[in-house]
């Protein structure tokens, strides 16, 4: 089961406008009880979250970080302190942040290690604009399964930044 960021829990509920794990969870297709054992460990799996957002039309970007607007109709481009990390790095998207954020929580829990959630997102901008770098070293892009090759490069950085 993938893991994410605990914050993401609460800006579901902030969504809803709502605490009330019967309420999340009904939203969610799951259980109340679910929904408190997510909370409880402080971990939701990342495909239900990325289904909700989708049948919500959330920006992922919001839900995984709190910051640019909630809703993709709001404009889904890059904002705040992001749009100033990534102003040299336009290829940056919503594709390749989820396909990180995902690399990084997957490779996390394989090896027991955690993070904290601040660290995690800084973890996730240097990793994409590493895959960028490369990207234009190269001069193409690169697919999801190209990036999960470069990024197995920088486990031991992983690693360390965990520590």
């Known amino acids: 089961m993938q893991k994410f960021l605990p914050p993401i829990l609460s800006r579901i509920g902030e969504y809803l406008k709502t605490d009330k794990n019967h309420l999340i969870a009904e939203r969610l297709y799951v259980e109340p009880q679910t929904v408190s054992t997510w909370k409880g460990r402080n971990d939701v799996p990342f495909s239900q979250a990325i289904a909700f957002a989708k049948r919500e039309n959330l920006n992922i970007e919001w839900l995984l970080t709190g910051e640019g607007p ?7 481009a890059l904002t705040g302190q992001h749009a100033r990390d ?12 989820l396909d990180v954020v995902l690399f990084v929580d997957t490779f996390l829990t394989e090896n027991g290690l955690t993070m904290p959630p601040t660290k995690k ?3 996730v901008k240097v990793l994409c604009r590493f895959l960028v770098k490369r990207d234009r070293e190269r001069g193409k892009v690169s697919s999801a399964e190209e990036n999960v090759i470069h ?13």
């Open 121 to 123: 997102v800084e973890m």
């Open 70 to 76: 909630k809703s993709k109709s709001e404009g889904a």
């Open 86 to 97: 990534f102003q040299d790095y336009p290829e940056i998207g919503t594709a390749l942040v």
């Open 151 to 163: 990024l197995r490069e920088y486990t031991d950085f992983l690693k360390a930044a965990s520590a």
